[in-house]
C-alpha cells in the first residue's frame, strides 16, 4: 500500500538521521574530527581522480566542501529511504542497508591519518542507534491495527498492552526525529567548544622582534579601488582558501606540536608556547596557489608573523645530503619544499599570525609555513605537525603524486581588475589597473595594450619587497567606440617579461596573459 510504504520510508529517514545524530553526539565526546559524514567526505577527497578534484576546485571554488558534503547527504537519504522501505518486507534488509553505511563509516574513519582507536566509535555507535531506531519503527508500523473489520483476531499489540494506531505511530517517529536533532545539535555544541577557536581566542602574540615594514605612501588609489582594483593588503577575511580538508582540522595550540627528524643531528619536538617565546619576525608575503589560472583569484598578501625555517633548521643541524623538507600537517597532507628556497636567506617561515592575529583556522591554525617565491602546494603547509628533512630521490608528497611539479617557484603574472571584462564604458580617458606578481625576484615593469597594438608603460606603485605583489595603473585613452581587448604583461627583477604561451596549471603554474573585453560607448 503506498501510503504504508511512506511512513516506512519516513522510518528510514529518521534512522539515518538518528545514525547521524548519535555520530556526531559520540564525535563531540571522543573525537571531533571524526562524525560520520565528515570522515566519509574526507575519504571521498583523498580517493577520488586529480581531474576530478581540479575540475571540482574550479567549478566550486571554495564552496566545493560544500556541494560534496550535500551530495554524500542526498545518498545518505535516498539509502535511507530505501532501508525503510526494504524493511518493511524484510527487517533483515532493511538492517544490513544500515549496516553497511555504518560500516562504510567506520572503515573511512579507521583509514584516515590522524585516526585514533575512538575515530571508528561514531560510525559505529551512530549506527547501532540507528539500527534500533529502524527496528522499532518497522515493528510498530507493520503491526496489525488492533480489531480492523476484516481482521477479528486481536492485533500482537493488544496482547494486554493499550491500543495502538496513527497516534502512537506519529508518537514514536516524532520522538526519534526529536532524538537525532538534539543529539546532532548536543553533539555540534560540544565540537564546537572544544575545537580549535576557543584556542585561538586564548592566544596572545608576541611583539615581533623584526617588525614589517611600513606600507609606502600610494598604495590602493582610491578610485582605482572603487572601481575593483584588488588592495594591496588582501584582509584574512578575503584571502583565497585552497585544501584538502574538507572541514578545517581542529587543532589547539595547546594540542599541538611539531617534531623535526629526518636528516638532522639533533631531533627536536617544538610545543607553541617556545615557539612564541622565539625572536618571531612579520614580514608582507603575497602567496599563490598553483592552480590559478591566467586572470586568477587563488593569490593574497598578508603580513606574517613567525620564525625563521633557516634558524629552526639550523638548531637542529641539517646533514648533508639532505634537498628537502617533507611536511605533513595534522589531516595527512603532506609537501615536500626544497631546502634550498627554505634556507637561502629569503622570509621562509613557520608561521602564527596572520595580519596581526592567531592563524585564523581556515588558514592553518596553530602553525603553517610559508616561503616566498613557491606556490602554496610546495611551501605553505597548514596544520603542519611534521617536518622531515629528506630528500626528493627519497619520497614524494600529496600533490605531487598526484602528477603536479616536484619544483614550484611562482610564475611571474599580473591581472587586469579594472574595467570588469565586458563592461561598457563611456569614451575617453579609462583607467585601466590591476596586480602583478613574481615573487621573490620582484615586478620591474608592467605594460599594457589595446588589440594587440604597441605595448604602453603602466605605472607600477610601491610594494614593500619583492616578495608581494604590486599594483599597476594605466590611463587609456579610449577614443573609438567599439569592442576592445586590453592585455597586461610583467617583467620581473631579473628583466624576464611574463610568457605569452597559453598553458593551463598543470603540471606547474598557468602562463599566458591576461586579456578584458571591453565596449566603448
Ligand atoms: N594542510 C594543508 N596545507 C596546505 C594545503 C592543504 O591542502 N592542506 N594546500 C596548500 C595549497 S595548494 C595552497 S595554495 C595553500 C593555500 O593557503 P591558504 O588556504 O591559506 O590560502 O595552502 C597549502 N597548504
Ligand atoms: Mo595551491
Redesign the pocket.
Known sequence: MEGNRRWHALAGLLAAALTLGVGQLVAGIVSPSSAPLVVVGDAVVDRVPAWLKDTAIRAFGSHDKTVLLTTIAVVVALLAVLAGVLARRRLALGVGVVGVLGAVGVAAAASRPDATTFSPLPSALGAAAGTYALVVLTRRLTRRPSRGPGDPSPGRGAAGGPPTGPPRRGVLLGSTAAAALVSGGAGQFLVSTRSAEESRARVVLPEPADPAPALPAGLDPADAVASGLTTYATGSAD???????LVVPDVTAERWSLRIHGRVERELTLDFATLLAKPLRERWIT?????NEVGGS?V?NARWLGYPLQDLLAEVGVTDGADMLFAT?T?G?T?SAPLAEATDGRDAMLVVGMDGRPLPR???FPV?MVIPGL???VS?????TDLEVTTFAEKTA??TDRGWAAKGPVKTASRVDVPRSFAKVRAGRVPVAGVAWAQHRGVSRVEVRVDEGEWDEALVLPSVSADTWCQWVYDWDASEPGTHSIQVRATDGTGTPQTDVVVGPVPDGATGYDSITVTVV
Open positions: 584571502f583565497y582558501r585552497v585544501d584538502t580538508a602567496l599563490t596557489c598553483v592552480s587563488y593574497g600537517s589531516d597532507f609537501l581556515e588558514h592553518g603553517r606556490y602554496g602546494y605553505a603547509c597548514k596544520w603542519v600529496y600533490w
